[in-house]
């Protein structure tokens, strides 16, 4: 089952804007997850936001996490061409046994 | 930096056959995983181990598919008989044991059942 859903399901903007993905959830969390999955490869962990933490930064990323809304957002900077991807949450709900539950990701775009 | 290491990377078996992928995760991570993934979806957990013991299969189909961590370090995940609808990426992913501790995924293999 999928308890994430993220929010666009594709973007495409310009190299250099920002862009912005979002995730919904719908029960408690322990811990909150974005991942970045290029073309035909794994999934990579860019960065772990705990449920007591509204907002962290890693580079050019910046996460939002808001409990009481049950949502998420991912924004990255400057965009560049390197950043095509498509991007995942993930869960960690707060009776799962440590099961992480995934969204359907955004397909992200940035057009040189 | 240690990687989480998958093979054969694509396969292609016709249907009825048997199939089976490998996985050696990074050392030292006690918690193993199988994903699939389809196509434009997110991952779906096949099973679940902490270190040789399966935590959670629920989702695995266990009339064909099978998993294995033996001595707790690498795994096998096979498919007997493969079927059209197994087409997928099968993801391994390690991590070390608890919550708060992100997934370290490999490359994945390509199935394709014809």
């Known amino acids: 089952s999928q308890q994430g859903e993220e929010d666009p399901q594709a973007l495409s903007i310009q190299e250099g804007e920002n862009a912005t993905m979002n995730c919904s959830y719908k029960t408690s969390i322990n811990n909150l997850q974005w991942y970045r999955q290029n073309s035909g490869r794994g999934l990579v962990h860019l960065i772990l936001i705990r449920s007591n933490e509204r907002e962290k930064h890693s580079g050019r990323l910046r996460v939002t996490l808001d409990t009481s809304k049950k949502s998420s957002s991912l924004l990255i900077t400057a965009s560049r061409a390197a950043d095509t991807a498509s991007y995942f949450c993930?869960?960690?709900?707060?009776?799962?046994?440590?099961?992480?539950?995934w969204g359907a990701g955004t397909k992200l775009i940035i057009k040189p | 930096e240690a990687e989480v290491a998958q093979s054969p990377r694509y396969k292609i078996t016709e249907k009825s056959q048997a199939v089976a992928f490998w996985c050696d995760p990074i050392?030292?991570?006690?918690?193993l995983y199988w994903y699939r993934q389809i196509l434009g979806q997110g991952p779906e957990l096949l099973v679940q181990f902490q270190d040789e013991s399966v935590v959670d299969d629920s989702q695995l189909p266990k009339d064909r598919f099978s998993a294995e961590r033996l001595k707790g370090v690498d795994s096998t995940l096979k498919i007997q008989p493969a079927e059209l609808g197994d087409s997928a990426m099968y993801l391994c992913?390690?991590?070390?044991?608890?919550?708060?501790?992100?997934?370290?995924f490999g490359n994945g293999t390509r199935l394709t059942v014809t």
């Open positions: 993930a869960t960690d709900a707060a009776d799962s046994n440590y099961q992480l539950i």
């Open positions: 050392s030292g991570h006690a918690t």
């Open positions: 992913a390690s991590s070390h044991r608890g919550n708060n501790s992100p997934l370290h």
